[in-house]
C-alpha cells in the first residue's frame, strides 16, 4: 500500500529556514516524480516543486525558485523540501505526491497530475 508522510512543519520566523520531509513507503520509491504542493486557507492548491524520479529533474514555482530546493535521497524513499528565506506567503499546508506513470520523468506542477497524497504538514512563517 503506497504510503506518503510529511513532517518537519512547524513555526518559523520570515528569513528563517526549514526541512521538510516526505517519507515513502510500499512501493518502488525510484521510479515514482516526488511533487510538494502546498494549499493556503481560501486558496487553491499549487505546485511548490518537483523531482523526477531519478533526480535528474526538478521544477519550481516562479514564487520560491532560489529559495527552496528539493532533493531525494532514494536510499532512504524519502523527498527533502529545504525551504530558505522563509515569507509570511509561504505560510500553507504543505503536501507531497507521487506519480508513477507519465511525469515520473518529466514532473508536474499540476495537483491533478498526481494520484496518491500524503496527510500535509503545517508550516506557518510568521514573527
Known amino acids: 500500500q503506497l504510503q506518503l508522510v510529511e513532517s518537519g512543519g512547524g513555526l518559523v520566523q520570515p528569513g528563517g529556514s526549514l526541512r521538510l520531509s516526505c517519507a515513502a513507503s510500499?512501493?518502488?520509491?525510484?521510479?515514482?516524480?516526488i511533487a510538494w504542493f502546498r494549499q493556503a486557507p481560501g486558496k487553491e492548491r499549487e505546485g511548490v516543486s518537483c523531482?523526477?524520479?531519478?533526480?535528474?529533474?526538478?521544477i519550481y514555482v516562479d514564487s520560491v525558485e532560489g529559495r527552496f530546493s528539493i532533493f531525494r535521497d532514494n536510499a532512504k524513499n524519502t523527498v527533502y523540501l529545504q525551504m530558505k528565506n522563509a515569507k509570511p506567503e509561504d505560510t500553507a499546508v504543505y503536501y507531497c505526491?507521487?506519480?508513477?506513470?507519465?511525469?515520473?520523468?518529466?514532473?508536474?506542477?499540476?495537483?491533478?497530475?498526481?494520484?496518491?497524497w500524503g496527510q500535509g504538514t503545517q508550516v506557518t512563517v510568521s514573527s
Open positions: 505526491a507521487a506519480d508513477g506513470g507519465y511525469y515520473s520523468d518529466l514532473c508536474s506542477a499540476s495537483p491533478t497530475d498526481f494520484d496518491s
Open positions: 510500499g512501493f518502488a520509491f525510484n521510479y515514482y516524480a
Open positions: 523531482i523526477n524520479r531519478n533526480g535528474g529533474t526538478s
